[in-house]
Nanobody
Framework: QVQLVESGGGLVQAGDSLRLSCAIS????????MGWFRQAPGKEREFVAT????????YYEDSVKDRFVISRDNVKNTVSLQMNSLKPEDTAVYYC????????????????????WGQGTQVTVSS
């Protein structure tokens, strides 16, 4: 069984930076896509960023690709999301996610394809 535990959320001002971390316990296959989704109040859960656990593939949502950086540490078993130039519209609960095979086109973006979720961490950006 895989467990994901997020940390690092908080209240920041627009333009600030924040780093989220996801601690992974259990066995993650090298082909797994490890990533982040977010859900704002009254909105559906949406894809933010993902990276293949074995490396070589990384995807970002267009609205964050120039501001956020996803990284993984296969030794410490963590996935992190460095968020820079935060905007009020980034306010949401951020969820760590593990998505395993089989894959289809853009399946990494689909929350219905996620196998494991973390409990979420709140990020609030004030204007």
């Amino acid at each position: 069984q895989v467990q994901l535990v997020e940390s690092g959320g908080g209240l920041v001002q627009a333009g600030d930076s924040l780093r989220l971390s996801c601690a992974i316990s259990g066995r993650i296959l090298s082909s797994y896509m490890m990533g982040w989704f977010r859900q704002a109040p009254g909105k559906e859960r949406e894809f933010v960023a993902t990276t293949r656990w074995s490396g070589g593939l990384t995807y970002y949502e267009d609205s964050v690709k120039d501001r956020f950086v996803i990284s993984r540490d296969n030794v410490k078993n963590t996935v992190s999301l460095q968020m820079n130039s935060l905007k009020p519209e980034d306010t949401a609960v951020y969820y760590c996610a593990a998505n395993g095979p089989p894959y289809y086109t853009n399946s990494y973006r689909d929350p219905r394809e996620v196998d494991y979720w973390g409990q979420g961490t709140q990020v609030t950006v004030s204007s």
